[in-house]
T-cell receptor, first 114, second 113 residues
């Protein structure tokens, strides 16, 4: 069974540009989470989808970040326009429905804004 | 506020036992998780505690005391491949499996020959 995959693995963009990160969760997992780790800090929650609906987006830093999960399958996280402080590693995780607790993480996308 | 503390770095010898501590203060509690993360890779699930006591899984064990806001991860018979970062995380929200995780900064463990 394939794990959580993320694309791209690395992205280097200039301040003011737009970047879109993609996450493909494990097939059949209704829950999809985005997290971010800024250098030197802990991994922090951004938002949570249940199928195609946003369950909790309390961790989204500001309106430059837009997450979607069309059809309840893969998800995208767009940063527009990117700022220097957006640099970090963006992780995606997924989990099954009601009875599951384990979140399976993807390898992350390392975003560098210059 | 939400706060999870764990040591930044630890060093241990191959074949030995090491205990990584984690203390937490969160507005709610619905389970504590330990993840292992090798550099450049995805965090991988190690253990889950929601009730007080010890959970054992092979060479790894995890302990929880909810009244003290304290957990530890115990690694026995250390191997070189155990060199990694160990992340302590608390699920804060209620509602079954759907709560997001609050992470500590991680403990970087180096296993020496």
């Amino acid at each position: 069974e394939a794990g959580v995959t993320q694309f791209p693995s690395h992205s280097v963009i200039e301040k003011g540009q737009t970047v879109t990160l993609r996450c493909d969760p494990i097939s059949g997992h209704d829950n999809l989470y985005w997290y971010r780790r800024v250098m030197g800090k802990e991994i922090k929650f951004l938002l949570h989808f249940v199928k195609e609906s946003k369950q909790d987006e309390s961790g989204m830093p500001n309106n430059r970040f837009l997450a979607e999960r069309t059809g309840g399958t893969y998800s995208t996280l767009k940063v527009q326009p990117a700022e220097l402080e957006d640099s970090g590693v963006y992780f995606c995780a997924s989990s099954q429905g009601d009875s599951a607790y384990e979140q399976y993480f993807g390898p992350g996308t390392r975003l560098t804004v210059t | 506020g939400q706060n999870i503390d764990q040591p930044t770095e630890m060093t241990a010898t191959e074949g030995a036992i090491v205990q990584i501590n984690c203390t937490y203060q969160t507005s709610g509690f619905n389970g504590l998780f330990w993840y292992q993360q090798h550099a450049g890779e995805a965090p991988t699930f190690l253990s889950y505690n929601v009730l007080d006591g010890l959970e054992e899984k092979g060479r790894f064990s995890s302990f929880l005391s909810r009244s003290k806001g304290y957990s530890y991860l115990l690694l026995k018979e250390l191997q070189m491949k155990d060199s990694a970062s160990y992340l302590c995380a608390v699920r804060d929200q209620y509602g079954g499996s759907q709560g997001n995780l609050i992470f500590g900064k991680g403990t970087k463990l180096s296993v020496k020959p």
